[in-house]
């Protein structure tokens, strides 16, 4: 988990049978990419394998090995049609579609009088793929990309200020020197590390019980409808040195409102380890209130539940959950 401004000090190993290990040095560090970035919708991990792709095949230089393109076509010289390198410095993303149809046309008089066959067997999807390739091989496109050493320290900084909490990916990725003269026997391999918000929204919570749903109110997106028994179910987390948990609720004006919640780990039964009771009436105010629950987990990781009880009133609504966090001693 990450908080604002947290620093983490982390260490690389690449180990590879044949070309030895970073930690004897032969293995060079800058053979092996190490990257940290800020996702901030929460879910596309796409952003963080840019700066890898050179480390692990792309989908496009696949198809374009399955295909006959490399009868005319090499990385950096010219065969028969131009180097990929030329074509990527000539043209950019504006450009695929014209790219695309003439691959698939085939064509001449950009580059010289010599011909580039048809394809009419690539379909326009593979052959965007392929275009996006050799698109990515424009000299120094990745020379300004933040590539970090295989030891270092890394701070959260990205996410302060955005209303939005996002993800951090750090990543560690490298290509292997093949086997002697088989270029095409290269292999990858690629680690990462997620790190996720100390705040987990309600409506992020992977479980919820039956008949609970999300609703907006204030510009925040509750988990509503909370009633006897029903249950909020959080991912696999760090437990370890937790020491409370605020919860952030609502409550509407003109409802009685009154329950418990039980934080429970691993399991709705599971062991109680902090408890609130909340009780709210107001004729005419709506109110967001947080709570701190001290908690005492057993576990180091585990999952987390928010059990909420009204064995009095099972019909009663309990509260509206927005967020959690979690506090860590320091
Ligand atoms: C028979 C040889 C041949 C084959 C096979 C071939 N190309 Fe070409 N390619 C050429 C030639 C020649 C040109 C230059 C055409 C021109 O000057 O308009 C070219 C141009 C290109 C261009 C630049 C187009 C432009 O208008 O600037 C791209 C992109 C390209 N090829 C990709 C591919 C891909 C991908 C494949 C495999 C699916 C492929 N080529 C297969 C010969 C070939």
């Known amino acids: 988990m990450y908080f604002d401004n947290k620093k983490i000090n982390y260490k690389v190993t690449v180990k ?5 290990s970073t930690t004897d040095g032969t293995i060079a560090p800058n053979k092996v ?32 090995d399955g295909s006959d393109c490399t009868a005319c076509h090499a990385s950096d010289i010219k065969v028969n049609g131009p180097s990929y ?24 008089g ?30 120094d496109k990745n020379s300004n990309q933040n590539l970090l050493p295989l030891e ?19 990543m560690a990725s490298y290509l292997d020197n093949g086997a002697e003269g088989q270029p095409e026997s290269t292999l990858s391999a690629q680690e990462k590390m997620v790190f996720k918000s100390a705040k987990i929204e309600a409506e992020d919570a992977i ?42 609720t609502y409550f509407n004006n003109n409802y009685a409102y009154e329950g418990d919640v039980e934080i429970r780990e691993g ?16 004729k005419g105010k709506s109110a967001l209130k947080y709570y701190d629950i001290p908690v005492k987990p057993k576990s180091d990781k585990n999952t987390l539940f928010l059990v909420f009880k009204n064995e009095k009133d ?16 320091r």
Do not use: C
């Open 16 to 20: 590879d049978n044949q070309d030895g």
């Open 33 to 64: 990419k190490v990257t940290l970035d800020y996702i901030p919708e929460g879910k596309d991990l796409i952003k963080a394998t840019i700066g890898h792709q050179q480390n692990t095949v792309p989908e496009g230089r696949k198809l374009i």
């Open 85 to 108: 390198t030329n074509i990527a410095k000539k043209y950019s993303k504006d450009d695929i579609g014209y790219l695309v149809s003439k691959i698939i046309k085939g064509g001449q």
């Open 110 to 139: 950009v580059w010289g009088e010599t011909m580039m066959s048809a394809h009419p067997q690539l379909t326009p999807d593979e052959t965007e793929k392929m275009v996006r390739y050799i698109l990515s091989l424009k000299p």
């Open 152 to 170: 270092g320290t890394i701070a959260f900084k990205d996410h302060i200020g955005k209303d939005k909490q996002g993800i951090y990916v750090l």
């Open 207 to 248: 479980e919820k019980s039956d008949g609970l749903g999300n609703w907006k109110a204030l510009d925040e997106t509750l988990v509503g409808s909370i009633l006897h028994n029903a249950y909020l179910k959080f991912d696999t987390l760090n437990l370890k040195n937790l020491e409370s948990i605020k919860l952030s």
């Open 267 to 282: 399991a709705p039964n599971g062991n109680l380890i902090g408890k609130n009771h909340f009780k709210y009436f107001n």
């Open 314 to 329: 099972k019909e009663q609504y309990i509260t509206n959950v927005n967020w959690i966090l979690m506090n860590y001693r």
